[in-house]
């Protein structure tokens, strides 16, 4: 009879080792597929946020550019704001990684370049669809309307989006039609269907849009929020290999029957943040921002969806980061409020994933919201800062405009003082706002695009 040598201590070990990882691979496996199942593993903030990544994504990639912005003081006095007396140089390629200067000799900030993402969708547009437009082809969604002001970025990405896909897109847009199309009206005009909406019957925006949605559907189909479909994309568990056949056979078909989808203004839903938590993983990178370093970060507010992403990131991996938002749509305190709502509502359809996760103990405060270095009513462009995009855009090459992200330039060179900063970095977010510039064509018959502004004149009002 053939004796079996018995393993050794060591041997039991290593063999004990393997059948426990191969036993909870196959536990995880079946896990994923049990919400309850998934509540009693404990993950760390890598592994939550690779889970909450793990989808289809409208960017091939997360990555953008980082460019370094340098300061120094100037005798001349380039229009008034917190920018005069100051001169700005762009470094394209600064040293990143642990090559960054804790203590830099200059007075800097870094510019995360989003803007660049797409020629005509903003980039915090883009990171807000990431992860809605590979749903619309699963679902086999035909047609999509949502809303928005007269100068709507939000809508112009959603008409450029859904064209690039072969989708209609209907915009509802707040107001009278402007004597000139330019900027973000002319290209929501070129790209999708859009109807103006009297401000009355604009006020009650989810009456309205369920109004015309069913309209656009007709009889005999359906109309679909964007969280509806997002949750269903949670339990569906669908293999790519079907998800691409919905794919072929949504745009093979001409006269099949309608599927209308609804985003909410700004698309200010839990689904766009994880395309910023993409890019917080993206930047976080060891080559990059890395995750030790204190981080300084400034964003510009329209819904404050953004910021909100770059907080819950922040918090999901650890990161030293404090996230600054500038209010410029709505009061602090409407702001804190939308940020609990966001939070609340990610909460809801991720539970199963945040049991024994630090993000299941927060509900708000992961965002420092500050008013504009200059208050305002939204939309109102004041003296000089027509005259500071330009100084700008000659200076570095980045275009910003005065409505939006001229605001997150100003507060990153304040906090770019050696007293404010400390021992942190500055990090500004470019969201884009290049067609934001064409819109100023509406007023140039009443004042030309670089004489001199008085101060709150109503007619530049025309985001409100």
Known sequence: MKMQRLPNSKTKTAFAAIIMKKAFHSASGQLSNSPQGICNVRMSGEELMSRLLDRKWALTSPDSKIHQIKLFTTTEKHGGGPLGGISFLNNTCPFLGDDMIMRDEDRCFYVVRDDLLHPLVNGNKARKM????????????????????????HATAVAVSCA??????????????????????????????V??????????????????????????SDVVWCNEIFEASLTAQKSRASCLGQMDAHKGIDNCQKKVLIVNEGAGDAVALLGVFRLLQYLSQDHLLGRKRAIKFVVDAGTGTTA?????????????????????????????????????????????????????????????????????????????????????????????????????????????????????????????????????????DRVPLFAPFKLEDPSYAWWT
């Not at 992860?131 to 969604?141: C, I």
């Open 195 to 220: 109807t103006y909406v009297p401000r009355t019957h604009y006020a009650h925006r989810i009456e309205m849009l369920k109004s015309y949605a069913n309209l656009v559907a007709g009889n005999n």
């Open 164 to 193: 690039e896909r072969g989708l209609k897109s209907h915009l509802l847009l707040r107001g009278e039609q402007p004597q000139i199309l330019t900027g973000y009206n002319l290209i929501s005009t070129i790209y999708g269907k």
């Open 308 to 444: 909100v992403g770059l907080g819950l990131g922040a918090i999901c991996l650890g990161l030293p980061w404090e996230v600054t938002a500038i209010a410029l749509a709505d009061t602090i305190d409407g702001y804190k409020q939308q940020e609990k709502n966001l939070i609340s509502e990610f909460k809801r359809l991720f539970g199963f994933l945040l049991k024994n996760s630090s993000l299941n103990e927060v509900d708000g405060e992961i965002v420092h919201w500050v008013e504009r270095c200059r208050p305002r009513k939204f939309g109102n462009v004041l003296e000089g800062e027509i005259e500071a995009c330009h100084l700008i855009a000659q200076l570095t090459g980045i275009l910003v405009d005065p409505v939006y992200t001229l605001a997150a330039w100003e507060m990153a060179t304040l906090l770019s003082d050696e007293k404010l900063k400390q021992d942190a970095d500055v990090v500004m977010l470019h969201t884009g706002g290049t067609l934001g510039m064409f819109g100023l064509a509406q007023r140039q």
């Open 130 to 153: 990431d992860a809605l437009l590979p749903l619309l082809e699963d679902h086999k969604v035909t047609d999509l309307v949502t809303c928005g002001g007269c100068q709507s970025a």
